[in-house]
């Protein structure tokens, strides 16, 4: 199972939004309304931001949505804030008993 | 509110079998809701779901990666509210951070261990 697609980088100003890319294949991010997201700051656990495409866990900024179109997904941070620097990984269910994650996307806060 | 605390050693020789353990804290390795997962991360491989247990309809379960398969267990204990994983015949490329999590493929994971740097080497 290959790893979904994400952008090495992404970056905004404070106040700006900034989105981020999840590509996969009809047999991941396409075929289930399973895709979760991750922030991890340097050295920490990751931490779910979103899940089943668009749901914030409790606790989480409404700054921060999810999508989905055909065989991607996507984060947006909007109204970027200092906080928001870090690494994003997206994740879906595969099929079969099989999880698959992103590449990872650092977002830098100019 | 779940807290996930890992324990176990952060240097395994080649070949030897690394072992961890998760204590859980504000839920329970039976909860017929919860499930409960080893996830690792490396430089060269990333994130990647190494396998889960969990317990339902009187019944546990548990499941693992093919990448790992038929080197991999995990298993709960329930007289301390713990889940292990143990995963055998380790090489140089088994070196990463290992994190426990409970959550659903279907729905994420929403609670994780603090991570424990492995390294494998002679």
């Known amino acids: 199972q290959s790893a979904l697609t994400q952008p090495p980088s992404a970056s905004g100003s404070p106040g700006q939004s900034v989105t981020i890319s999840c590509t996969g294949t009809s047999s991941d991010v396409g075929g289930y309304n399973s895709v979760s997201w991750y922030q991890q700051h340097p050295g920490k656990a990751p931490k779910l931001m979103i899940s089943?495409?668009?749901k914030r866990p409790s606790g989480v900024p409404d700054r921060f949505s999810g999508s989905k179109s055909g065989n991607a997904a996507s984060l947006t941070v909007s109204g970027l804030q200092a906080e928001d620097e870090a690494d994003y990984y997206c994740g879906s269910y595969a099929g079969n008993n099989n999880f698959v994650f992103g590449t990872g996307t650092k977002v830098t806060v100019l | 509110q779940v807290q996930l605390q890992q324990s176990g050693p952060g240097l395994v020789r080649p070949s030897q079998t690394l072992s961890l353990t998760c204590v859980i804290s504000?839920?329970?390795?039976?909860?017929?809701?919860?499930?409960w997962n080893w996830i690792r991360q490396s430089p060269s491989r990333g994130l990647e779901w190494l396998g889960r247990t969990y317990y339902t309809s009187n019944k546990w379960y548990s499941d693992n990666a093919l990448s790992v398969k038929g080197r991999i267990t995990v298993n709960p204990d329930t007289s301390k509210n713990q889940f292990s994983l143990q995963l055998n015949s380790v090489t140089p490329e088994d070196t990463a951070v290992y994190y426990c999590?409970?959550?659903?493929?279907?729905?994420?994971?929403?609670?994780w261990g603090q991570g424990t740097l492995v390294t494998v080497s002679s």
């Open positions: 089943e495409v668009t």
């Open positions: 999590a409970r959550g659903r493929m279907a729905t994420g994971y929403d609670s």
């Open positions: 504000g839920d329970s390795v039976s909860s017929n809701s919860a499930i």
